[in-house]
C-alpha cells in the first residue's frame, strides 16, 4: 500500500457486524476532523471477545458492502490477513510504517476506558493520535477522562496528558512519551443508540434489523443465516 494522504482515520472493531453506528459517527469524524479517508480495521479474533462472532471474511464483506457508497471510506484486511489476534498496536505500527499520513485511531469513549488492558498500551500513542467518541449512552466526562489518564500515568510512568482545553466542543489534549508527543481528542458524535450486541440479540429474536445495518448488510446477514 503506497497511499500519500495527509491525514487518515483508522477505525478498529470487530464489526460483527458494522452497522448505522460506526458508519454515522465515522463520517462525522472525518468532517470534523478534516481527514482524507478513513481506514475500517476488522479484526481477526478479538483479543477481548471471542463468542458468537462471524468468520472474518464474513465480516470484511459486510464492511465492504457497507462503505462502498463513501467515496472517503476504506477496508484494510491487514489484521485478517495476519490470520492471528490482532493487536492494535502491531496495526499502528504497520500503518505508521507504510504509509505517508497522520493517523488518527477513532474509539468509542467505553472502549478507551479499557486501554490500559490492551498489548503496550503507551506505544499506542506513539503511532496515532486518538479521537475518543462519546458513544451514546457511555458518554465520559472530562473529568472522568482526566481521573482515566491521571490512573493511567499511574500505570505506565513513560506517558504524560496535558489538557489544552476546547475547541468547538472537542477537547484536547497532548501525550507526551518517551521521543514522541501526539494528541488525544475527545469529541461528542451524534447519539445513535445501536450495537453490534444489540442487532445480534435482535435477529436472534426474529426481530427486523432494518435501518440498523445497511440495506445490503441486512440482505448478506439473511442470506448466509448469519448470528441466528
Ligand atoms: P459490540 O456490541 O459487539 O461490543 P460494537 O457495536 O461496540 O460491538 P465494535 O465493532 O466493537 O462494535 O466497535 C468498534 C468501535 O466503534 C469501538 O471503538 C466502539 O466504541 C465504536 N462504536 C460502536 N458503535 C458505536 C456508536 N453507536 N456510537 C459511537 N461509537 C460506536
Request: net charge neutral; proline share 4%; hydrophobic share 40%.
Amino acid at each position: 500500500m503506497a497511499e500519500e494522504l495527509d491525514r487518515l482515520g483508522i477505525f478498529g472493531g470487530t464489526f460483527n457486524p458494522i452497522h448505522m453506528g460506526h458508519l454515522v459517527v465515522a463520517e462525522e469524524v472525518r468532517e470534523r476532523f478534516s481527514l482524507d479517508r478513513i481506514l475500517f480495521v476488522p479484526s481477526y479474533l478479538p483479543p477481548h471477545k471471542s463468542v458468537d462472532v462471524a468468520p472474518a471474511r464474513d465480516r470484511l464483506a459486510m464492511v465492504r458492502l457497507a462503505i462502498k457508497g463513501n467515496p472517503f471510506f476504506g477496508l484494510s484486511d491487514l489484521e485478517v490477513r495476519r490470520g492471528t489476534k490482532s493487536y492494535t498496536v502491531d496495526t499502528l505500527k504497520d500503518l505508521a510504517d507504510k504509509v505517508k499520513a497522520r493517523l488518527y485511531f477513532l474509539i468509542g469513549s467505553e472502549a478507551f476506558l479499557h486501554l490500559h488492558t490492551w498489548r503496550e498500551p503507551p506505544e499506542l500513542f506513539k503511532y496515532a493520535d486518538f479521537v475518543v467518541m462519546e458513544r451514546a449512552g457511555r458518554e465520559v466526562t472530562l473529568e472522568e477522562l482526566e481521573d482515566y489518564l491521571a490512573e493511567f500515568h499511574g500505570r505506565f510512568s513513560q506517558v504524560e496528558f496535558y489538557y489544552h482545553g476546547k475547541v468547538e466542543d472537542v477537547q484536547i489534549f497532548s501525550v507526551q512519551g518517551e521521543g514522541f508527543e501526539s494528541r488525544l481528542y475527545l469529541t461528542p458524535v451524534v447519539n445513535i443508540g445501536i450495537s453490534s450486541t444489540g442487532i445480534r440479540k435482535r435477529l436472534r429474536k426474529g426481530m427486523s434489523i432494518k435501518y440498523r445495518v445497511p440495506d445490503e448488510v441486512e440482505t448478506f446477514i439473511s442470506e448466509r443465516g448469519l448470528y441466528r
